[in-house]
């Protein structure tokens, strides 16, 4: 390339007169360019996600937090004996705890479940179901 031609190529800015190292130069500076631009998003994307887990572990902290007056309630199982006349409803409705069920037919449910048996089952005299009930107690 002549003197005058890379004086001309220089003003214009032309790249079908560039030399093939002035080519590799420009290839060169695009790639060093694409390079930190694609570190900037990856540190860009790592810096959210640790503010995104830091605001999650600060907010999760905050709702998991119980007050003074907790008092927790343990769940256990007892055997009742069935004496003539009982009935399935009659010994649930006797036993049944509203704030940890939401109505007779849930506790029955559980009850049943528990027994392997039916809620129209017919209970004998002398049998013994096991039903379920909370204390605030640690046994």
């Given at each position: 390339?002549?003197?005058?031609?890379?004086?001309?190529?220089?003003?214009?800015?032309?790249?079908?007169?560039?030399?093939?190292?002035?080519?590799?130069?420009?290839?060169?500076?695009?790639?060093?360019?694409?390079?930190?631009?694609?570190?900037?998003?990856?540190?860009?994307?790592?810096?959210?996600?640790?503010?995104?887990?830091?605001?999650?572990?600060?907010?999760?902290?905050?709702?998991?937090?119980?007050?003074?007056?907790?008092?927790?309630?343990?769940?256990?199982?007892?055997?009742?004996?069935?004496h003539s006349?009982?009935?399935?409803?009659?010994?649930?409705?006797?036993?049944?705890?509203?704030?940890?069920?939401?109505?007779?037919?849930?506790?029955?449910?559980?009850?049943?479940?528990?027994?392997?048996?039916?809620?129209?089952?017919?209970?004998?005299a002398g049998?013994?179901?096991?039903?379920?009930?909370?204390?605030?107690?640690?046994?």
């Open positions: 390339m002549s003197e005058a031609m890379a004086i001309a190529a220089s003003l214009y800015n032309n790249p079908r007169y560039y030399s093939e190292s002035e080519i590799r130069r420009r290839n060169n500076k695009i790639r060093r360019q694409q390079i930190v631009r694609r570190q900037y998003i990856t540190i860009s994307a790592l810096a959210f996600i640790a503010m995104f887990l830091i605001m999650f572990n600060i907010f999760s902290f905050k709702v998991s937090a119980q007050s003074d007056s907790f008092v927790p309630e343990y769940k256990y199982y007892k055997s009742v004996m069935i006349g009982d009935s399935l409803w009659s010994i649930a409705n006797s036993e049944f705890n509203a704030e940890h069920y939401k109505d007779l037919n849930a506790y029955i449910s559980e009850i049943c479940m528990i027994n392997s048996i039916d809620s129209d089952s017919i209970l004998h049998e013994s179901i096991v039903i379920p009930y909370y204390s605030r107690d640690y046994k």
